[in-house]
């Protein structure tokens, strides 16, 4: 079976040529670490892959119709090695399928480029957006569930096997279109999402000049790993301590929408580099057609300032236009001139885009409401005053919060039917004609929310965690929200529970579970957690361990958090996870390995205790209530105080 696929290019925005130089600490400790923000851009390269015995690369795209020769190599490593050496048009291709084929033993597979809109040699990284798309296939093709992360480091490793000497920012392009905070420490590379509170107008440009960027790069690495002369010390200079406070600035920057702040630091950044690093290579670096624009009057009117991309010769420029009228107009001036320019808008965009919310279990505690009506389907008189089933409530939850797709688990496909009827099915005429107009705009509301529903079922109860895992695709390696399918938030501020738990994921990066208070005489019905708090209002807990069910006696000894403000408390699971792609990773070793509990039973909370283990788990207080309705008390609670 096909399927699609979509890489992007990318566009280095601050950092250039930090990643190199970050990987000299590995012989000088004195070296400061890289740092780069980097951006997927809109313009890339679309795909459909298929299975296939070898490894064949063909287009109809009719961009590249007039120079394009499909390709195709039988699936041996030492053949893919050679063509990789060769560089030839595919050696990046082959480069990547001999890793894949080496280290993964897959088979083969057909890529059928369908479109390509990416400038080639721009400093845009088209080479790099090809290799991750090679890896990218076989990664979907044959199961394997490696990360974004672990897509991108395969990428670069089978782009090595070339004549290339990419840098390891190239490969940021498997991030998709959306800004990265990248660091460059030695080998380590880390990459952390962010998020922009307004819409960023960028252009970039290619330039049409001319520059040897072996030459460019030869002269800078002159400067590494020790420097002896002054301009290798200014290299160094500049790519290591300037650039981490460049980078954090800018980081700041677009977090906070300051677009004109932002427009200015690129007018530094440049300054910086024509000051501090083009004088080691100057017969390359002195990029009169770049300087040419960034000086221009028409264009100066139209941004908040401008700098080079890559190397900074005269390859390509990028601009930040004062609005969407004025990249526009840019563009259209640019093109005035003879040059080809591509607009680039980064909007406010939550890093966590998916959520899960099981629904499998019978509900036997609801018993024998739920022989006829599973428990996801009870009604709830929402806020708005609206009766709606408990399951539409959840997903409201999760739209306010800018999630984008739902993954609902099913109990069996027979479960489907109710979602169908009454998210996919408009009301009959009949009944639809005695709605006021408010309440036809919101069945159509409601059909529209059926369309971001995807369904995953679990035959076999094996569990919460087996339940979880069965998202595992679509998932695909991003972080995903995970809500109970039996309880509701009710927020004590503007921002919805699942929103305030987001942003919290935007500023720490990692695995998440949301906690409320509990009386100590209460702590035996529930998963009880303990850490310490990292911040100084008390909201974010660094877990040290959940405890299942504890006695009092064992709490009060063990499980409380102090706090310099009050008495230890006690604090429990509040119903929301967010889950990176380590805890599915985890889930799929324990389902492998058969660990269980006693009933037999995958359990979510032990794979987030073994992530804890190896890389933290953070617990996140809300400012909000939540809502049981999975026993008939808890259910009664809700009725009167929801």
């Known amino acids: 079976m096909k399927k699609e696929l979509f890489v992007p290019g990318r566009l280095c925005l601050f950092g250039e040529h930090s990643d190199w130089a970050g990987k000299y600490r590995t012989m000088n400790a004195g070296i400061v670490a890289g740092a780069a923000l980097v951006t997927g851009i809109e313009q890339g390269i679309f795909a459909t892959v298929e299975k296939s015995s070898d490894f064949e690369v063909c287009s109809s795209a009719p961009e590249i119709k007039d120079v394009w020769t499909d390709f195709s190599c039988r699936m041996d490593c030492q053949e893919l090695k050679e063509i990789a050496k060769s560089g030839s048009f595919f050696c990046y291709c082959a480069g990547v399928a001999s890793y894949m084929l080496e280290w993964y033993k897959v088979g083969g597979v057909k890529i059928n480029i369908t479109k390509m809109n990416l400038p080639m040699k721009s400093g845009l990284s088209s080479s790099a957006a090809i290799c991750v798309l090679v890896a990218r296939a076989f990664n979907l093709i044959y199961s394997l569930n490696l990360s974004t992360m672990g897509e991108m480091n395969i990428a670069y490793w089978g782009e090595l096997r070339t004549s290339s000497r990419c840098g390891r920012l190239d490969q940021a392009c498997a991030f998709g279109v959306h800004p990265v905070l990248m660091t460059f420490d030695a080998e380590e590379v880390d990459v952390k999402n962010f998020n922009i509170s307004k819409p960023l107008y960028w252009i970039f440009s290619d ?338 361990n959940i405890t299942e069910k504890p006695t009092a006696a064992y709490a009060e000894e063990h499980l409380g958090v102090g706090s310099p403000k009050a008495e230890r408390s006690y604090y429990c699971a509040f119903g929301t996870y967010i889950l990176t792609p380590d805890v599915f990773s985890q889930l799929k070793e324990n389902i492998a390995n058969n660990v269980v509990n006693a009933k037999g039973e995958v359990e979510l909370t032990t794979a987030l205790e073994q992530v804890r283990v190896k890389d933290g788990l953070l617990g996140i207080k809300l400012d909000g209530k939540m809502f049981d309705i999975g026993v008939p008390s808890e259910l009664r609670k809700t009725i009167y105080l929801y």
């Open 207 to 544: 330039l049409n000049g001319e520059k040897d960027t072996i030459k460019i790069l030869a002269d800078l690495n002159k400067a590494y790993p020790f420097a002896e002369s002054e301009k290798e010390k200014n290299v160094q200079y500049a790519l290591g301590e300037l650039n981490q406070k460049t980078v954090e600035e800018a980081l700041e920057l677009m977090r906070s929408g300051d677009a004109e702040g932002l427009g200015k630091l690129m007018t530094k950044a440049q300054a910086d580099f024509d000051k501090y690093i083009a004088p080691i290579c100057p017969s390359q670096l002195t990029s009169p057609k770049l300087h040419a624009l960034l000086s221009d009057e028409k264009i100066q009117s139209l941004t908040y300032g401008g700098k080079g991309v890559g190397s900074h010769r005269d390859g390509s420029v990028q601009f930040l236009a004062k609005s969407k009228a004025d990249q526009l107009q840019l563009i259209d001036y640019m093109k005035s001139m003879g040059l080809h320019a591509y607009p680039l808008t980064i909007e406010p965009k939550h890093t966590v885009r998916k959520a899960i919310i099981p629904v499998a279990g019978f509900g036997t505690r609801l018993y024998p409401e739920t022989r006829f009506l599973k428990k996801d389907f009870f009604p709830i008189i929402d806020k708005d005053e609206l009766v709606k089933p408990l399951i539409l409530v959840l997903i409201e939850e999760c739209l306010a919060a800018g999630i984008e797709e739902i993954c609902i688990v099913l109990g069996s496909e027979e479960e489907r039917e109710q979602y169908h009827k009454f998210f996919e099915t408009m009301l009959p005429k009949e009944h639809l004609e005695k709605l006021p107009e408010d309440k036809i705009k919101y069945e159509r509301h409601i059909l529209d929310v059926g369309k971001k529903l995807t369904y995953v079922y679990q035959i076999e109860k094996k569990g919460f965690g087996d339940a979880v895992y069965k998202c595992v695709d679509f998932a695909a390696n991003e972080p995903v929200l995970l809500l109970l399918g039996d309880t509701i938030y009710r927020s004590n501020t503007n921002k919805c529970c699942a929103l305030q738990f987001i942003e919290a994921y935007e500023k720490y990066n990692k695995t998440m579970m949301s906690i409320h208070e509990i009386p100590l005489e209460k702590v035996s019905y529930y998963g009880v957690t303990s850490g310490k708090w990292i911040d100084s209002k008390e909201t974010v807990l660094s877990m040290s």
